[in-house]
C-alpha cells in the first residue's frame, strides 16, 4: 500500500516567517503534486513535479523532488496571512492512481 | 472552472439506507475518483476510474461500490450507510493520470444518523 506522510500536520506561525512542509514515502511516484485547499472548497493545484531532484518556484514557495522520487517538500518564504490554508502532498503513478497525504494546516497570523 | 458537479451538496441519511452520490463532468476526463475528507485524515481515495466501466478501489473502499456506465458520471453508492461513513465527499477528474491536474468538485457533506 502506498502512503504519503506529510509532516507538520499543524502549523501556526507569524507573518514573516518561513516555513517547510514534507511529504514522505516509502513508494516511489511518477509525479508528486502540491495542493491547496480552503474551507468549503476543492483542492486547487499548485504544482507538479515528475523529475528526481527537480526544485520549481512559484513566487514564494519552492518546491523541491527528492532524487529517489519518494519526497517533497514545499518552502514558504516571507509567509503572509493569504497562505493560510490546508496543503496536501498527491502522489500518482501511471496506473492513474493518485493519492494523497494527510495535510498540513497553515495558519499565518498578522 | 473545470465542469465537474457534484449531487447532492448535503445530504442526511439513516443508517442502514443506501445512497448514491452523484458526481458529473463537461470536459470528457479519462479519470475520475471520488475522496473522503475528514479531519486528520486528508483526502483518502475510495474508488477511482480510469474509463468507462473501468474501475479500482482505493485505501478505504471497504462498504463503498462505483459505477461509470458513461465518460461524464461517475456514482459512488454507500451499499447500507453507517455512522463511520459521516465525511465529505469529493469527486475529481483528471484528463491524464499520472502528472496531470486534478479538478474537483465543490464536495457534498453526508451526514448518517
Known amino acids: 500500500t502506498q502512503l504519503l506522510e506529510q509532516s507538520p500536520q499543524f502549523l501556526s506561525i507569524q507573518e514573516g516567517e518561513n516555513l517547510t512542509v514534507y511529504c514522505n514515502s516509502s513508494?516511489?511516484?511518477?509525479?508528486l503534486q502540491w495542493y491547496r485547499q480552503e474551507p468549503g472548497e476543492g483542492p486547487v493545484l499548485l504544482v507538479t513535479?515528475?523529475?528526481?531532484?527537480e526544485v520549481k518556484k512559484l513566487k514564494r514557495l519552492t518546491f523541491q523532488f527528492g532524487d529517489a522520487r519518494k519526497d517533497s517538500s514545499l518552502h514558504i518564504t516571507a509567509a503572509q496571512p493569504g497562505d493560510t490554508g490546508l496543503y496536501l502532498c498527491?502522489?500518482?503513478?501511471?496506473?492513474?492512481?493518485?493519492?494523497f497525504g494527510q495535510g498540513t494546516e497553515l495558519s499565518v497570523k498578522p | 472552472d473545470a465542469g465537474i458537479t457534484q449531487s447532492p451538496r448535503h445530504k442526511v441519511t439513516e443508517t442502514g439506507t443506501p445512497v448514491t452520490l452523484r458526481c458529473h463532468q463537461t470536459?470528457?476526463?479519462?479519470?475520475m475518483y471520488w475522496y473522503r475528507q475528514d479531519p486528520g485524515h486528508g483526502l483518502r481515495l475510495i474508488h477511482y476510474?480510469?474509463?468507462?466501466?473501468?474501475?479500482d478501489k482505493g485505501e478505504v473502499s471497504d462498504g463503498y461500490s462505483v459505477s461509470r456506465s458513461k465518460t461524464e458520471d461517475f456514482l459512488l453508492t454507500l451499499e447500507s450507510a453507517t455512522s463511520s461513513q459521516t465525511s465529505v465527499y469529493f469527486c475529481?477528474?483528471?484528463?491524464?493520470?499520472?502528472?496531470?491536474?486534478?479538478?474537483f468538485g465543490q464536495g457534498t457533506r453526508l451526514t448518517v444518523v
Open positions: 498527491a502522489g500518482s503513478n501511471q496506473g492513474g492512481k493518485l493519492i
Open positions: 470536459e470528457n476526463h479519462r479519470y
Open positions: 513508494s516511489v511516484f511518477s509525479s
Open positions: 475529481a477528474i483528471s484528463e491524464g493520470g499520472w502528472g496531470t491536474e486534478a479538478f
Open positions: 476510474s480510469y474509463g468507462v466501466k473501468d474501475t
Open positions: 513535479v515528475v523529475t528526481g531532484g
